[in-house]
């Protein structure tokens, strides 16, 4: 293969790659722009009510993720961190919440699970985005 079409090719697949990222963002519900979200105030309510109960810490959660207390939060699981502090749209907790992605992958599960709202999504890609903190 010659330089120019092994060139083409490459910028080909990254323009593709771009194009999946940038469609996954485009699916995400946005950042909620309230400040100083916290973990205590603001993201432990919307995991009580709807996570803890597979992903709690003190249990044996859901793939080693527990998500009721920060420190498990932010520790994250059998697969590695769950939360990129400072990206959202790039930690896995959002994808799955957010139903972005596999299908097989998306949170909550169960039989009486109710998905998060866009606004319970983007007040947790806030918290994220601002350090998860």
Same mark, same amino acid.
Request: proline share 5%; net charge positive.
């Given at each position: 293969?010659?330089?120019?079409?092994?060139? &083409?090719?490459? &910028?080909?697949?990254?323009?593709?790659?771009? &194009? $999946? /990222?940038?469609?996954?963002?485009?699916?995400?519900?946005? !950042?909620? @722009?309230?400040?100083?979200?916290?973990?205590?105030?603001?993201?432990?309510?919307?995991? @009580? !009510?709807?996570?803890?109960?597979?992903?709690?810490?003190?249990?044996?959660?859901?793939?080693? /993720?527990?998500?009721?207390? &920060?420190?498990?939060?932010?520790?994250?699981?059998?697969?590695?961190?769950?939360?990129?502090?400072?990206?959202? $749209?790039?930690?896995?907790?959002?994808?799955?919440? !957010?139903?972005?992605?596999?299908? @097989?992958?998306?949170?909550?599960?169960?039989?009486?699970?109710?998905?998060?709202?866009?606004?319970?999504?983007?007040?947790?890609? !806030?918290?994220? @985005?601002?350090?998860?903190?």
């Amino acid at each position: 293969m010659n330089p120019t079409k092994i060139t &083409l090719a490459a &910028l080909a697949a990254a323009f593709s790659f771009a &194009l $999946a /990222v940038s469609a996954e963002d485009a699916k995400l519900p946005p !950042a909620s @722009d309230k400040k100083d979200v916290t973990y205590a105030t603001d993201i432990k309510p919307i995991f @009580d !009510a709807s996570c803890v109960k597979c992903h709690n810490s003190t249990k044996k959660p859901k793939a080693g /993720v527990g998500l009721d207390t &920060l420190e498990a939060a932010l520790k994250g699981g059998k697969e590695g961190k769950v939360i990129t502090a400072g990206d959202s $749209a790039k930690s896995t907790l959002v994808l799955t919440v !957010a139903h972005v992605g596999d299908p @097989d992958t998306f949170m909550p599960k169960g039989k009486d699970a109710k998905a998060l709202s866009a606004e319970q999504v983007g007040l947790i890609r !806030a918290w994220i @985005d601002q350090g998860a903190k």
